[in-house]
Each structure stands twice: as C-alpha cells, then as structure tokens.
C-alpha cells in the first residue's frame, strides 16, 4: 500500500488496513482545494496512523471515514490546517467502532486568517456490541482575525455501556498572556504571533520525511 498521498482528488476508496503492527498513511495538500472522500477500514489487531496536513488554497471539504471493522483494530487522525484569505475549509472526520474492543483518536488542529472561515466536524459513533471501545475526539481553531469563521463541532454517537468516550472542543483567538509575555521578551507582535502558531502547526512535520516534509515546514513559514 502506498502510504503517502499528495495532493489526490476525488475519492480514494476503501483503502483497507489488515496487517497487525501499526501502518502509517499519509495525506499532504499543497495545491488548490477541491472535495475529497477518504474511507479508510481497519481490520482485527491491525493499527494505522493518520495524518493531514492541509496547506492548499480555495474552497473544498475533506470527508475522512474509519471504520474499525473488527476486534482489537484501532487508529489514530491527526490533522493540520491552515484557513487563510477567502478560504473555505471543512474537514469532516468520523470514525465507526463495528466491533469490540475498538480503539479510535481524532485530533484536529487549525488556524483561521484574514476572511476565512475553517470547520472541524465529524462524529465518533459505538454501535452496540462494541463494548470495551475506547473513542477520543478534539477540536482546536485559532482564530487570528475578526472577519475569520471558525466551527468545531465534535459529536459522540454512543450505543453501548462499557466503553470510554470523550471529546473537546476550543475556538479562540491567540492567548493575551503568551503575547504580552513573548512581547516582554523583545519580539515584535508578528513574530510572537507567527511563534505561538507553529506551536500548533509544526507537530504535523513529525509525521512525515523527505521533500514532502520540506514542503510542510515551507507551507507553514509562508502562510503565517
């Protein structure tokens, strides 16, 4: 299985996770926005990491669905976007416990600039039967201007008793204090703006190496 997708379009369909380990598949967009559909299924004692490092200019939605199929598969998203001019941006992530002892992460991390408007929705759904599942959900959006929109709405979709499900949910703009301090320090207002913003951005690098790496940290260096 390739694991690395750069820039795809359309719709990438039932990319099926089956080996036991954990398996690394990776989504980087640099080039215009458009609509994407990515269903992912994880079969039994089978792992994968996910991550989506969105830098790509324009209007699109980015529809992610896992399916944890069988006991004991689980899987982690982590995504990175950055929402800046006329922007507009969704990223739609759920993810289906099927089956019992399940396990599933989703992590959302964004910056909304200029007159953008940047949503993070999905839900994480237990069926009944999926006892033992563990689900975790966040949400978190920086807002840098008063014009910008931003949405985080996770949703939790539970039908079993013995599982352990939580999510969180944070729009706001930059924190007073870490300016105030970093401005204390000698920085001028852009650069501790631009400093606290890497902080939420940069993480995504770790998931990838190479030219596509070089391609993230240069995206995030010109966009804030």
Do not use: W
Not at 120 to 126: A, M, N, Q, T, V
């Amino acid at each position: 299985m390739n694991s690395l997708f750069v820039d795809p379009k359309g719709q990438l369909d039932d990319i099926i996770i089956e080996n036991e380990g954990t398996s690394p598949l990776l989504f980087a967009f640099f080039e215009d926005a458009c609509d994407r559909d990515i269903r992912i299924r994880v079969k039994g004692n089978a792992s994968v990491k996910i991550a989506l490092a969105d830098f790509s200019r324009g209007n699109g939605e980015t529809r992610v669905s896992i399916d944890l199929d069988e006991p004991g598969a689980s899987a982690e998203f982590h995504a990175a976007v950055l929402s800046s001019g006329d922007d507009r941006k969704t990223v739609l992530a759920n993810c289906f416990h099927h089956a019992h002892h399940t396990d599933g992460l989703i992590e959302n991390y964004g910056i909304a600039e200029g007159n953008s408007r940047l949503s993070f929705l999905g839900k994480s759904d237990i069926s009944k039967g999926a006892y033992g599942s563990k689900t975790r959900q966040s949400a978190k959006i920086i807002v840098f201007d008063e014009h910008c929109v931003a949405q985080a709405s996770p949703i939790l979709c539970i039908d079993e008793n013995d599982v352990q499900a939580s999510h969180a949910a944070v729009v706001g703009k930059l924190n007073e204090e870490h300016i105030y301090y970093l401005l204390s320090r000698g920085l001028s207002l852009a650069d501790a703006r631009r400093l606290i913003s890497l902080g939420y951005l940069k993480p995504i690098e770790s998931f990838f190496e190479g030219e596509t790496r070089n391609r993230i940290e240069e995206a995030i260096e010109r966009g804030i």
